[in-house]
């Protein structure tokens, strides 16, 4: 029984820290013209390469209606581009922009930037290399 109570407690901690730091990151990084969902989708494509909306629809776990809304506001904003799959014309390809690579090492750079600064003025050397391994066990959690 006090397992069961110290994971609650400890995922509790655990949320609210991540919330926080995702609070700062967002300031941090935030640019007021791509949205967050906007930024995930720019991110998988960059990670995975040129994506159908189906595709991408399940990736990110929406619905194609709103992946495909999603795609078209970073069409119009030039983020990414749709292009005919050379072997059958009826699918559609997504894929980043130069300007889309462009927004998300901008973002990047700010967002990792500030995230070491933060690491190196508030941490030790070993609670450096705790957060780092656990930063692969936080995302083994988040991954299915």
Do not use: N, W
């Not at 006090?2 to 640019?31: C, K, P, W, Y």
């Not at 750079?109 to 003025?121: K, P, T």
């Amino acid at each position: 029984m006090g397992d069961d109570r110290e994971l609650l407690e400890t995922a509790e901690e655990l949320q609210l820290a991540v919330s926080l730091l995702v609070r700062r990151m967002r300031a941090t990084s935030a640019s007021g013209e791509v949205t967050l969902s906007q930024t995930s989708v720019l991110k998988r494509l960059e990670r995975e390469g040129p994506m159908t909306a189906t595709d991408l629809a399940r990736a990110e776990r929406i619905r194609p209606q709103s992946v495909i809304a999603t795609v078209d506001a970073l069409q119009a904003g030039g983020y990414v581009e749709r292009a005919a799959d050379p072997t059958d014309g009826r699918r559609r390809y997504i894929a980043l922009t130069a300007r889309g690579r462009g927004f998300l090492h901008d973002r990047k750079a700010a967002g990792h930037g500030r995230l070491a600064e933060l690491m190196a003025e508030r941490l030790t050397g070993p609670e450096r290399r705790t957060v780092a391994e656990a930063a692969a066990l936080l995302r083994r959690l988040a991954e299915d």
